[in-house]
């Protein structure tokens, strides 16, 4: 099944790569398009997020994150280092943003995966940034995501099916939807909609 794309235009492919934002509810599959489109295009660069969070197994600072401190994000906040920052579950997750401004300037396209607050701080910073907004194919889609696992108890469950309704209504808010029909389909748009040669 095709993906279905809402209010895009086409990017001629000599426009100059810009940033490209992907957000959307807790579920959606964000990661998994993320992750296909690169493994099909390393030429696309994903940029690496700074955190307070402590390394998981097998997780290399720089790679996965930029692991700092409490004092050193603190630090980058003040100097005005960041493009966007937020908090989960005690941890503060940002993107740094002299890495994103010199792979711009380098002509690289330049690809950010974060959620709804982050999107709206770079929309401030970054006026000319590309905005997609990834939906799931229906409430009932996203739901049965949210559910599937069945590890989480009912209260979290319940948290985050109201924080995914918040965010399905921010929709309007940015510049075009692509329904996540098919993670293949999708990550072919997202990389027409980056401007990114596909090599062919």
């Given at each position: 099944?095709a993906?279905?794309?809402?209010?895009?235009?086409?990017?001629?492919p000599?426009?100059?790569?810009?940033?490209t934002?992907?957000?959307?509810?807790?579920?959606v599959?964000?990661s998994?398009?993320?992750a296909?489109?690169?493994?099909e295009?390393p030429e696309?660069?994903?940029?690496?997020?700074?955190?307070?969070?402590?390394?998981?197994?097998g997780?290399?600072?720089?790679?996965?994150?930029f692991?700092?401190?409490?004092?050193?994000f603190?630090?980058?906040?003040?100097?005005g280092?960041?493009?966007?920052?937020?908090?989960?579950?005690g941890?503060?997750?940002?993107?740094?943003r002299?890495a994103?401004?010199e792979?711009?300037?380098?002509?690289?396209?330049?690809?950010?995966?974060i959620?709804?607050?982050g999107?709206r701080q770079?929309?401030e910073?970054?006026?000319?940034a590309?905005l997609?907004?990834?939906?799931p194919?229906?409430?009932?889609?996203?739901v049965?995501?949210?559910?599937?696992r069945?590890?989480?108890p009912?209260?979290?469950?319940?948290?985050?099916?109201?924080?995914?309704k918040v965010e399905l209504?921010a929709?309007?808010?940015?510049?075009?939807?692509?329904?996540?029909t098919?993670v293949e389909?999708?990550?072919?748009?997202?990389?027409?909609?980056?401007a990114v040669?596909?090599?062919d």
């Open positions: 099944m993906a279905t794309t809402r209010g895009a235009t086409p990017v001629p000599d426009v100059r790569p810009r940033l934002v992907l957000s959307g509810p807790s579920g599959g964000k998994t398009v993320v296909h489109m690169r493994a295009h696309v660069w994903l940029s690496v997020s700074a955190t307070t969070r402590k390394p998981r197994p997780e290399r600072h720089g790679v996965q994150y692991f700092v401190t409490d004092e050193e603190d630090k980058l906040i003040a100097n280092e960041l493009l966007e920052w937020a908090e989960f579950a941890n503060r997750y940002g993107t740094p002299r994103v401004l792979r711009l300037e380098a002509g690289e396209s330049v690809l950010l995966e959620d709804l607050q999107a770079v929309r910073s970054m006026p000319d590309l997609v907004f990834l939906a194919p229906s409430w009932e889609e996203l049965r995501r949210l559910t599937g069945g590890t989480e009912p209260e979290v469950i319940e948290r985050r099916l109201e924080a995914a209504a929709e309007s808010e940015f510049d075009t939807t692509l329904v996540n098919s389909d999708v990550a072919r748009e997202l990389l027409a909609l980056m040669s596909s090599g």
